[in-house]
């Protein structure tokens, strides 16, 4: 591994000559997820893009790709991922960056570490945190940078004033919206030209005592999880279907949600999650291991049952 990085490193530099500092760069990202990147620093600029080679390991010692190339694919990676200069310059105004605070919900134990840099809230057993919208900056790509204590530091802001900026535009501007996972389902299996599991599917759908079940997320499908949070949009999920609603954590990207009914909510069980989250999921994707409920009388989300930490 170091002497992979050291020859991309030095293949780097040839290809950046003069100006660029470039060094290996360990970034943690959610839940303790450790990737080894590569930062490369340009004189004179305030950001500094890091990319990620662990990929290209197995080709270049098999001698598919040598340092040169794939120093060519990372900075391909960086052009296409480059946050315009300008953007970059007024990341420590408040005034222009207020505007693009945005919430996510990652898991309280499991990012310990990180909580310790970052303004966030503890909210059942997850932790409310935050970062900037950087779409726009990206040229349309989705792209968040996480807001730091630092950050916050030099802007003269609150966490609360983060949570209320973020939860204006989780209510208004980020509209949560549900897609029946039948639908989802059956989509794949036309694409796929699975006739099989399209007959399944119509089966379980007979099934008339069965509740639908939904895949809940933001419209960017970024971070949607956060929609644990739209109480309003839950509490009209419940009057539609007539009662209190379970919630199982997809990803920090999506949530599944049941109607509690005829008993199917029992069905799934934490052990069913974890099982999920480990063999299906990338590790920074886990949101938790525990299965929620939004009480349609009491108008808000519990834990139901509390699953295994996703670390240990």
């Known amino acids: 591994m170091e002497e992979f990085m050291s020859d991309v490193i030095k293949a780097l530099e040839m290809k950046l000559g003069e100006g660029y500092r470039i060094f290996p760069k360990e970034q943690r990202k959610n839940n303790e997820l450790v990737l080894y990147g ?18 290209f390991i197995l080709p270049y010692i098999v001698g598919i790709l040598n340092a040169e190339k794939i120093a060519d694919i990372l900075l391909e990676q960086c052009r296409q991922r480059e946050i315009s200069q ?25 990012n310990s570490r990180e909580l310790d840099g970052i303004p966030h809230r503890r909210f059942l057993d997850l932790a409310i945190t935050y970062y900037l919208d950087m779409q726009a900056a990206l040229a349309g790509q989705i792209g968040a940078g996480a807001i730091t204590n630092a950050m916050m530091e030099i802007w003269g802001a609150s966490e609360d004033e983060l949570y209320r ?29 699975d006739t099989q599991l399209e007959e399944a599917i119509a089966e379980l759908q007979k099934d008339h ?23 309003s949009f839950l509490q009209e999920m419940a009057e539609d279907s007539g009662c209190s609603l379970m919630v199982y954590p997809s990803s920090v990207h999506e949530l599944v949600i049941l ?22 999921l990338p590790k920074d994707e886990w949101l938790s291991n525990s299965i929620y409920r939004y009480d349609r009388e009491k108008r808000e989300v519990c834990v139901y ?8």
């Open 86 to 110: 300008e953007a970059a310059a007024h990341l420590d105004d408040f005034g222009l960056m207020k505007d693009k605070v945005r919430i996510r919900l990652v898991n309280y134990g499991a």
């Open 209 to 231: 005592g069965r509740p639908k079940m939904y895949v809940v997320t933001n419209q960017g499908r970024f971070y949607g999880a956060n929609c644990l949070l739209n109480t």
């Open 305 to 312: 049952k509390e699953g295994a930490p996703l670390l240990w």
């Open 259 to 280: 109607p509690q009914k005829n008993g199917y909510e029992n069905r799934m069980d934490t052990k069913d999650i974890q099982e999920i989250n480990y063999e299906h």
């Open 38 to 55: 590569i930062c490369i620093h340009k004189e004179n600029e305030s950001i500094s893009p890091v990319v990620y080679p662990e990929e």
């Open 165 to 193: 900026l973020g939860m204006e535009k989780l209510l208004a501007e980020d509209a949560c919206h549900t897609t029946d996972i039948f639908d989802l389902i059956r989509q794949s299996a036309q694409e796929e030209q």
